[in-house]
């Protein structure tokens, strides 16, 4: 079977950068599927683009991972392959990785991707997307290529980590943060549904939402459609976690949320 290629990044759809990737994509490996996973993370948004594939990962077919948000692109940072038991990850040192490295069992090897004879000769220095990562990713996918032959082979507590925010249980509140917001305007956190389960809290209660210096009282739903219009819902999205949701808006506007702001959950009787 064909080797497939996941590809995300920020590139956006504007510009020409996401069909120039998958043009080296097929040109090196013309079997194999390319699954955009998401180009619309924000711009240079590594942990936005961390947390989005480690949602994913557990969705995609074995084979070559190739991420791409890399603010850091024409620095020292490291360029890097990464062998799993999922298969292959591409993508910068910068944490993108991390997350969903872990999530299929961790890395068994990676090499820094140095060697000049797989590398696209580019002009200038700002589109590792084209020169380095795609054919890295396209000569994986096509087993025309170890990770050997890319370049040197690193340690792996070199890489660099993706440290995420946990949240706090410190009854009767739990602490969360902001983690993302879809195209939808659902807030999702960082806080599990086992959070709030420690600090009393069960599906279908009333409770207490804290955004800031404004507090917000919502219902532990199932689904959107319990709520009415207006009507704050929280519940567990697709990824497992507790997420915010206002029925018939944006729960990002009506709370005035955005990502990396802390949120605080509690019961009515002890309010946030």
């Known amino acids: 079977m064909p080797t497939p290629i996941s ?35 924000p711009p240079g948004g590594v942990r936005p683009g961390a947390l989005a594939l480690s949602r994913a990962i557990q969705y995609l077919p074995p084979g070559v991972v190739l991420a791409v948000v890399d603010p850091g692109v024409g620095t020292s940072r490291r360029p890097l392959a990464v062998a799993t038991e999922f298969g292959y990850f591409v993508g910068p040192d910068n944490g993108l990785l991390s997350p969903a490295v872990a999530m299929v069992g961790g890395a068994s090897a990676v090499h820094e991707i140095t060697n000049p004879e797989v590398m696209i000769p580019g002009p200038g220095s700002t589109f590792d997307g084209r020169d380095v990562f795609a054919p890295a990713a396209g000569l994986l996918a096509a087993g025309e290529a170890q990770l050997s032959d890319l370049g040197p082979e690193v340690d792996l507590s070199s890489l660099i980590p993706m440290l995420l925010p946990l949240p706090r249980v410190e009854p ?75 029925g018939g808006t944006r729960a990002d506007e009506d709370l005035a949320l955005t990502t990396g702001m802390a949120v605080a959950f509690g019961s009515l009787s002890s309010p946030a």
């Open 7 to 41: 590809f995300l990044s920020d590139f956006g759809l504007q510009d020409e950068f996401v069909g120039v990737v998958k043009g080296v994509l097929y040109r090196i490996s013309p079997a194999s599927v390319v699954i955009d996973i998401t180009h619309q993370v």
């Open 172 to 246: 009767p509140l739990v602490l969360g943060e902001a983690w993302w917001v879809d195209v939808f305007g659902n807030v999702e956190t960082n806080v599990g549904p086992e959070e709030l389960e420690l600090v009393g809290l069960r599906p279908g209660d009333q409770l207490v939402v804290r955004v800031g210096a404004s507090t917000h009282q919502g219902r532990w739903v199932r689904a959107y459609g319990d709520v009415a219009d207006g009507e704050l819902a929280v519940h567990v999205d697709s990824a497992g976690l507790i997420a915010l949701a206002v």
